[in-house]
């Protein structure tokens, strides 16, 4: 089975490019989520859909963070403009119901986005 | 506001010896995910806990989960090299919010040396 597919892998660009990161869900889950991780952080979970839908988007840091789920195979996370801070590995994770029984996020390989 | 705490968050064991990962959460939840994330790499599932009293196992690794004190352990029995990772708990957020939104602890990087 195909598991979450993040692309691209590696982002390096410089500071006020507009940065694009993309995200395949597995297929028939209904849950989608972003995440970015860094040393000083940790793991913070940026936005989550459900079918499609934004749900909560309070951990997105600003404005010039913004995330779409126009269907239920895709996903972006964009940020224009990009700043240094910005520089962090973004994880894509996908699940079916939480509360359906057992069933764990999926995590992608991630995104490992450099802004210089 | 639903806070996840890990302890320690550095571990240092030599190969033979057991040792147990804390993880404590500061509000209600009825579930508790634990993932192993090697450098450089995804998150991958470990367990899902799912009530008071649950316990699971898998190799040399076992999870139990204490709804009532708030705290989850992972148990490491006669550690080995492959366990070198990074361990995270996770609370599922539902009852202190947002539904489907999981906390994380800050992670327990494990080191096992010969």
């Known amino acids: 089975d195909a598991g979450v597919i993040q692309s691209p892998r590696h982002e390096v660009t410089e500071m006020g490019q507009e940065v694009t990161l993309r995200c395949k869900p597995i297929?028939?889950?209904?849950?989608l989520f972003w995440y970015r991780q860094t040393m000083m952080r940790g793991l913070e979970l940026l936005i989550y859909f459900n079918n499609n839908v934004p749900i909560d988007d309070s951990g997105m840091p600003e404005d010039r963070f913004s995330a779409k789920m126009p269907n239920a195979s895709f996903s972006t996370l964009k940020i224009q403009p990009s700043e240094p801070r910005d520089s962090a590995v973004y994880f894509c994770?996908?699940?079916?119901?939480?509360?359906?029984?057992?069933?764990?996020?999926?995590f992608g390989d991630g995104t490992r986005l450099s802004i210089l | 506001e639903l806070k996840v705490e890990q302890n320690p968050l550095f571990l240092s064991m030599q190969e033979g010896k057991n040792y147990t990962i804390y993880c404590n959460y500061s509000t209600t939840s009825d579930r508790l995910y634990w993932y192993r994330q090697d450098p450089g790499k995804s998150l991958e599932s470990l367990f899902v806990?799912?009530?008071?009293?649950a316990v699971k196992q898998e190799g040399r690794l076992m999870a139990s989960l204490d709804t009532k004190a708030r705290l989850s352990t992972l148990h490491i029995t006669a550690a080995v090299h492959d366990l070198s990772a990074t361990y995270f708990c996770?609370?599922?957020?539902?009852?202190?919010?947002?539904?489907?939104?999981?906390?994380f602890g800050k992670g327990t990087k494990l080191s096992v040396k010969p």
């Open positions: 806990l799912l009530s008071n009293g």
């Open positions: 996770a609370v599922d957020a539902f009852y202190g919010g947002s539904q489907g939104n999981l906390i």
């Open positions: 297929s028939g889950h209904d849950y």
């Open positions: 994770a996908s699940s079916l119901s939480p509360h359906s029984l057992n069933q764990p996020q999926h």
